[in-house]
Nanobody
Framework: QVQLVESGGGLVQAGGSLRLACTVS????????WGWFRQAPGKEREFVAA????????NYADSVKGRFTISRDNAKNQFYLQMNGLRTEGTAWYFC?????????????????WGQGTRVTVPS
């Protein structure tokens, strides 16, 4: 069974950085595409970033382009979201997910397995 576990969330001041990690078990991460989504209080879940199966293609929400970076470590079977220049609107639960389609899609419907989330708080 595939399991995804996020870590690295916390409280960070505006302008600061955090690195989220998603540890995957039950699947080799080089076999699928992976993504990050977030859900702010009172809002719907939104796409943040994704990486294709071969890691050649990345996709970012316009709101995070140039500040966030998705990457992965095949040896550790983990993938990451480096978040720089965090803003107050970055306060949310962050979720990692697996897409069997293999492409860096921004559509949550194409993701099959999800983690439980890690909370990021950027106070105003």
């Amino acid at each position: 069974q595939v399991q995804l576990v996020e870590s690295g969330g916390g409280l960070v001041q505006a302008g600061g950085s955090l690195r989220l990690a998603c540890t995957v078990s039950g699947r080799t991460i080089s076999s699928n595409a992976w993504g990050w989504f977030r859900q702010a209080p009172g809002k719907e879940r939104e796409f943040v970033a994704a990486m294709s199966r071969d890691s050649a293609v990345t996709n970012y929400a316009d709101s995070v382009k140039g500040r966030f970076t998705i990457s992965r470590d095949n040896a550790k079977n983990q993938f990451y979201l480096q978040m720089n220049g965090l803003r107050t609107e970055g306060t949310a639960w962050y979720f990692c997910a697996e897409s069997p389609r293999g492409v860096a899609t921004n559509c949550g419907l194409y993701y099959s397995y999800w983690g439980q989330g890690t909370r990021v708080t950027v106070p105003s």
